[in-house]
């Protein structure tokens, strides 16, 4: 029972930490998104991101901590555990390079929407190639960018939620890329977090 | 797959050499590495630095036209940025108004309220200006910028600023333009102060974006003693027309003449602003930093097993930044500028070119072999790990350029960065990062070398001397024969180079010379430079002192009641331009009415009776003392940004104001009355500049006193110490003193206490080494092996083995050659170490033993029969040891009988032997697996020792060290080795081998005949024949590097070339035998029997100086370090200084003094030497010298 106790307060702190984490990233790319429309800030824009849409933040960072926890948790289930660049440097790397990718699609003059849409893909699949290579990360990666892509437009269809720019295909077309890019970099942050329990437990173990 | 893995062969033996490479020569190669750095970062200094402030350039209004958005060829000193029309023209119209003469029934409030009123008729002169030619009509309205709204987050400026229409500001902006609301206005500061920001507030204010000067100049307040009103209206301009600007120039200047201005009009500025960088938009930035850094530092965690972790990291981070800054610099030299902002995509260049391969460099080249010699390490490291770095350094560079065809500009520009980038990083992880982590390893080397020393070697003075626990029989002496010689000298040996650094700096006081230096510089140019600074200030001062600061002397406030005081007669008057419309002289005086203000503390300027307008050159181009963001902030209020764009600034155009009193009166306020007078002014100004310059001048003094305070305590904290006091006793350092006498600090007393190793019962004779061993054989034939490290005895080979009473006749035979030696010692009386000399006193066991010559059967035993039997009668116990060798565990020695015996040094047991010769052995070298002896007849033998492994693996044991030694290999008890005469060269020398020295795959035999020959060890070929010297070959010195000396009788040296054979050098040093030589890579060290040691320039030959060592000392030199010599002496072992010829330190080994000389000395790899004591060995080691050479 212990050891039950102990399993479920490890997921609570993992899924804190992914939702915080989830939560920040959420701000931060917000950021860059509307650095996109407006190149000088003027003192008010700042309090109107935070005010406006207030629930897009914690919607990420539960979107993020719920990946987090099911990418392990499928490892596991599937029972090829994922052995690929296990570190902490790896993860930082790809955080950072999932920042980049936003940072382009925010900051980098394309000259259409295709462009944008195949070098955001390539991107992305670059990052998963790169930090992920197993078949169920990229899998789960769709699935979650497709179903989070179909979400965003139902809402933007219902009217609450409203891009700045009315391209419909813009919007459709740089959007699972970065899902699927967000998607990736979750898990990884999950699956390293899911490993550090592991080596606690199994030290644990090892010294009982 | 084939070439895929001859691929990979190829690039793990490239990689090898590389490491290798790296780890021999890493001063030069971070030195060359620095210097690419350095010249590939050059093109940096031309690209400008990063900041925000505007940049500005000038030209003519004559000739102007907006420039084209195509760069042109002739451009010369024009930016690049100055392309395109700008996004505005600013035409500034300057106001100057004030109310003349200044009646005494004015009220201060008077002092703007009329002046400020005049802006709405102005106002409504610009706006319903129309300039009409032959082209058309043109009105503002056409020209000015429109703006639309303001931001939404503006609500609050909307009843200030212009919206929906021209973009024209002025102050009468506060009062929406109209006339009527500012003269219902009760009080108008009250108005203009509503506006203001609460709080510390740094960028453009609305005030200054209204009267466009700054607020303290416009002279709207209640306190303003010239009684001028400045500002400004500004109007901006979408499109430049020349003639309607210049039409309405002349119009307002025909309106409103401004007769003493000079102001000129033509030119133009263009303000370019940089990118200007908002706390939302630094928060993605510092993001991305954080990241960045949590990269890095999760990286360099795991770095591990090396010396210093933070250098490494740091030495990792530096290979990272260097590199992207040589791809900057490279791509900047072949004419790429770049475009992007180098913050914002630097943490991502740093995160794609990352420090993976650094990791894993450093993880693969730690992981290999301890005892493994350091470069082989790195070149084992490199190597391991060369496939997997080509590998990702190929997978990248697919990958960039992937990202290079998107045919986006910025993300091409990226990847070409990314490029160079990356192959400059690998460029610098091979050369720089290697190097670093080769120095590293062999520092951590090095430590562990420390740590591996005994505890006797540093203890301090009041331990006692030498204690063996397991040796037990020397009692704990007081330590009375160890000397300590003076101390300064021997701190040479102590200080290592960073201590010794600090010193000089020290010594120098470099340190707080430079910081003083640099303050008072800093200071100067501080002072000079400073718009606020003295400068300016002493010119206020002085412009002060003109006879017009004391027009008002005395006077009194003109609502008192007194009237002012006119100089109409001034000097002064006459010099300045009579203008039309003032019936009063205006004298020249400065607008800045401030600076009296702030000098005169708080006794205020007494007003001038007549207000003064004057035009002065800081009026041209006065927006200059607004804030830099005073125009990117009114834009931005429209949402139009100036990042990375220009405006214009026109030409002012100056209007001057007089009003009269009665205009004054008449536009007053009923409430403006009330106001409180300004403060009554007591003291005349005579007094009051005088005493400015007096606050100047103590100010000034206060501040230097302050300040040598101020550095005088910085240096007593930062030099605690005296240090200057003890070295000026001492003068001028003498040369031959050693570099750290100057200052008083004194190292801790170091001795250097022998370790005595004791069991052996008479003299010893032969004694060998390979660095982990130490052998030893006595004139009673015993062998003794001893652990160099320790000193503690492994093995004892006793001669009192089982004797056999057989004879045979052979064994006969070889006894009948033995006498031969006593005739030929007779010329030759220590000729080596290596030879038995004192013959005359045998051991008393072979004395004792009645049946001479024990039937041996070394060459038919079965060598696992010695194996397991060794200590039997196989061994020649009768004939003594004449010369051995230590190599790995195997000790070779030769005997008087001509036999050559391999005995285990561990075991003690005697794994083969050999008697093809019968001659005695007289030397012996022991070299990889071949054994050359040199026999008292002239011959040379040499011998193949081949070790038949059961399992065919032959183990290296670490020997990692001086060159002269390579790894040992170590036999284990299992093998069977078997000695066997692979070349005899029968007549090698015509009179017996004196000398034998093998290194470098070369043998070298010297002899009575006068010459010395060359053999090439592994197939006993003889390359030379050298002939010089006209005595017998006395001493011969050879080494890995392939130097040979060797010294005669006649008392010569002579340096060979070991390749070509020919004789370098031929000096004559030495009255009689040279009896020793050694060689280090800058001297040659000689001892002769005239008691002399000689230190000769190995590339010139010339002698640099000579110790005369006492009478019979002995003959034995040894070089512990570059400049650390040995020598031996009676009873005791000398340390020397090679560069100074100082003598460091004696060490007595035993407690009389009268002891016997010592004859041999072998130096050890652990910075220790051993030498032959009597019947003892001493173990001495040199604590300080722990250099490592490879």
Redesign the interface.
Known sequence: TTSNINGTTNLVIRGTMLFSVGVFLALVLNLLQVQRNVTLFPPDVISSIFSSAWWVPPCCGTASAMIGLLYPCIDSRLGEPHKFKREWSSVMRCVAVFVGINHASAKVDFANNVQLSLTLAALSIGLWWTFDRSRSGFGLGIGIALLATLATQLLVYNGVFQYTSPDFLYIRSWLPCIFFAGVITMGNIGRQLALYEYKVVQEKTHQD | MTLRERLREKISAAFYHHGLLCASYPVPIILFTSASILTCCYPLLRLPLPGTGPVEFTTGVRDYTVPSHEPQGDLGERPDWYRGPPVAYIQQVLVKAAVSPWDSSLVPVDVFRSPLGRVFSLLEEIRNHVHSDSTGVRSLEALCLQVTDL????RRMQSVLPEHGCLLVSPGNYWQNQRELFDSDPDPLKTIQKHEPKGLHTSATLRDLLFGVPGKHTGVSHYNRKRVVTYTITVVLVSYDTRFLGSLRSRLKQLHPSANCSLRDDHMVHVHFKE?I????L??LV??YI??F??IY??T??IDMVKSKWGLALAAVVTVLSSLLMSVGLCTLFGLTPTLNGG?IF??LV?VI???NV?VLTKSVVSTPVDLEVKLRIAQGLSNESWSIMKNMATELC?IL??YF???P??QEFCLFAVVGLVSDFFLQMFFFTTVLSIDIRRMELADLNRRLPAEAGLPPPKPGPLRPREAPPPPRPSPHTITLQTPAFRNLRLPKRLRVVYFLARTRLAQRIIMVGTVIWIGILVYTDPAGLRTYLAAQVSEQSPLGDSGGGGLPPHLGVAPVFHAGDPTSTLSVLPAPEPTPLPENQSQGHHGSAGAGPRPQVPPAVPQITWGAEDEEGWRRLSFRHW?SLF??Y?I?L?KRYISILPVIPVTLHLSPQEAIETRHPQDTRHPPPPIPKVSADLQTDLTLYKVAALGLAAGVLLVLLLFCLYRVLCPRNYGQNGVAHGRRRRGDLPCDDYGYSPPVSEISPLLLRGHSMDIECLASDGMLLASCCLAGQIRVWDAQTGDCLTVIPNHGVFMTQTDEGDLLRRRSVPARPTLFTDQPDLTPLIDTNFTCQPPSHLATPPRGGFDFGGLVEPDRASTAGTQATADWDSSVWAMELRGNLIAAGRSSGKLELWDAVEGSLRCSNEDGVSGITALAFLNNRIVAARLNGSLDFFTVEINKPLGLLQYRGAPGRGSMPPSPCYSSEDVISCQLTRSVQCAHQKPITVLRAAAGRVVTGSQDHTVRVYRLEDSCCLFTLQGHSGGITAIYIDQTMVLASGGQDGAICLWDVLTGSRVSHVYGHRGDVTSLVCTTSCVISSGLDDLICIWDRSTGIKLYSIQQEVGCGASLGVISESLLVTGGQGCVSFWDLNFGDLLQTVYLGQSSDGQGVRQLLVLDNAAIVCDFGSELSLVYVPSVLEKLD
């Open positions: 931001l939404p987050g503006l200007e908002g706390i939302a938009e928060i993605p993001t991305t990241i960045l949590a990269y999760f990286s965690r795991k914002e943490p991502y995160v990352g420090l993976e990791l990958i992937i990202g998107t045919l986006v910025a993300i990117p931005s209020y949402n940004t990042a």
